[in-house]
């Protein structure tokens, strides 16, 4: 009684049964699991495309996720693609996405010449101070020697950075329930 019934037809498909089309990241709202999501997404992609056009260090370098501008800028490229790509899209959809990504890489170049960063070592991008700001820091250049190593280390103090910040959020509400 409990099988189905040939007879039944084929199950009903529903929008919550779809998935969702690309959406806009906000690295500034995504929560600790979001953000360590997005970041390895984001990170497969890079590397896919620096390798599929052979995009040189002085376009994407190495060390792009700890420039926000970079990050910012890659993010928006990637959802591009992914809406470029869909299967639901037209045809000519890619052909806007690679005229994009000609404008993208010339920001991409002046970006990666603003901050600094090389294909073996980085800086903090240089911030100007405005009159009555204390100075900038001065920029210390680093060096790594494993890429995939720095990356992973760098998510994990990006996620707990977040998490702290969430918990730390929760923990606010649950005083201000007890007053």
Same mark, same amino acid.
């Given at each position: 009684?409990? #099988? ?11 929008? /919550? ?16 699991? #979001?953000?360590?999501? $997005? ?12 390798? +599929? ?19 910012? #800028?890659? !993010? ?15 045809? !000519? /959809? ?11 890489? #010339? ?5 990666? +010449? ?7 070592? &980085?800086?903090?991008?240089?911030? =100007? ?6 100075? =900038?820091?001065? @920029?210390? &250049?680093? +060096?790594?020697?494993?890429? =995939? ?6 998510? @994990? ?19 201000? $329930?007890?007053?």
């Amino acid at each position: 009684m409990d #099988e189905p019934d040939v007879f039944d037809g084929p199950p009903r498909v529903t929008n /919550a049964d779809m998935p969702e089309p690309p959406h806009p990241v906000n690295w500034n709202l995504l929560t600790a699991h #979001e953000l360590e999501q $997005e970041w390895l997404a984001l990170n497969r992609w890079v590397d896919w495309l620096r390798r +599929t056009y052979g995009l040189p260090v002085a376009v994407v370098p190495p060390f792009w996720h700890h420039h926000p501008e970079m990050v910012w #800028e890659l !993010s928006a490229l990637h959802l591009h693609w992914l809406a470029a790509y869909d299967p639901e899209q037209n045809a !000519s /959809a890619p052909l806007g996405w690679h005229r994009d990504f000609a404008d993208a890489r #010339e920001r991409l170049r002046y970006w990666v +010449t603003a901050c600094g960063t090389r294909g073996d070592r &980085d800086r903090p991008t240089r911030q =100007a101070a405005w009159p009555g700001e204390d100075p =900038a820091p001065t @920029i210390q &250049d680093f +060096t790594f020697t494993d890429r =995939a190593a720095e990356f992973v280390e760098f998510v @994990i103090a990006q996620v707990r950075k977040r998490q702290e910040a969430e918990d730390e959020f929760y923990a606010g509400l649950d005083d201000d $329930e007890a007053q």
